[in-house]
């Protein structure tokens, strides 16, 4: 239980700063740290990113960072691909899964050590308008991907969201983060209903881990604004490979069952 909330914890204060990113230490928090099965862990994690999203997205709310349409494109098709994602997920062993997702997370940790500009692009033109006939296949082909991947995995996201945001469609900074935590939302609900019925859920680690989690997003989320951004990205890339390299290991050496 105390492994379940400071876990928790970290994860909440990742989502808070950086919009984006704790979701992917979610799985392996709750399968090594909580001692669930994959099959448990996948379905609490998405629970939990989801809440703890929802909760980091109010402050982003109320400065009106938000592009709706974006996320209402990407979400959407996110949340449908989830479900191919799912059904994915129960054709594989657990084994396979583990190593998958440990190779996605030194993609990721790479992605966000190469770091990522505000260029703009036919999402965010220099005008302030949208290029619909070059930004809509573009959202659909991102909110495919990360759905896709939401719903075999069972993580919300943020750490491909935000880049394809700001490198595929032109958003900035800013605005990715706050559009993310929307999607990372649709899509963790799509991914739980998917999975919810693999397996019964421990409500005693549920619970403490999502308080937890609820409680750093919002600590966070009052700081992140006057914190270096490019600093705290890299630190977490490191932090994407260490996890990545224990998740590699345990995948080989001792994996957890279904």
Excluded at 37 to 54: D, E, F, K, N, Q
């Amino acid at each position: 239980m105390i492994a379940a909330i400071g876990f928790g914890s970290l994860i909440g204060v990742l989502l808070g700063l950086l919009g984006g990113g704790g979701s992917i230490l979610a799985v392996p928090a709750l399968v090594y740290g909580a001692g669930l099965t994959l099959a448990a862990a996948v379905p609490t994690s998405l629970l939990v990113v989801g809440i703890s999203s929802a909760t980091a997205l109010v402050p982003r709310l109320r400065a009106g960072l938000v592009r709706w349409r974006i996320a209402g494109i990407v979400g959407g098709t996110g949340a449908a691909a989830a479900f191919a994602g799912a059904a994915v997920n129960r054709l594989l062993d657990p084994r396979l899964v583990l190593a998958g997702f440990a190779a996605l997370m030194a993609v990721a940790g790479w992605r966000m050590l190469s770091g990522t500009n505000d260029s703009g692009g036919d999402c965010a033109l220099p005008s302030g308008g949208v290029n619909w006939r070059g930004c809509l296949p573009k959202s659909v082909a991102a909110g495919l991907g990360v759905g896709f991947l939401t719903g075999l995995f069972g993580v919300g996201g943020g750490f491909l969201i935000i880049p394809a945001l700001v490198l595929l469609l032109g958003l900035s900074m800013p605005a990715a983060v706050a559009t993310s935590l929307v999607i990372i939302v649709v899509n963790s609900a799509a991914g739980f209903a998917a999975h919810a019925g693999d397996t019964t859920l421990d409500y005693r680690i549920t619970t403490a881990f999502t308080l937890a989690a609820v409680t750093g997003s919002l600590a966070a989320g009052r700081i992140a604004g006057r914190l270096p951004t490019g600093r705290l990205h890299r630190a977490f890339a490191w932090l994407v490979f260490a996890v990545a390299a224990l998740v590699a290991i345990q995948a080989t050496i001792n994996p957890a069952a279904g």
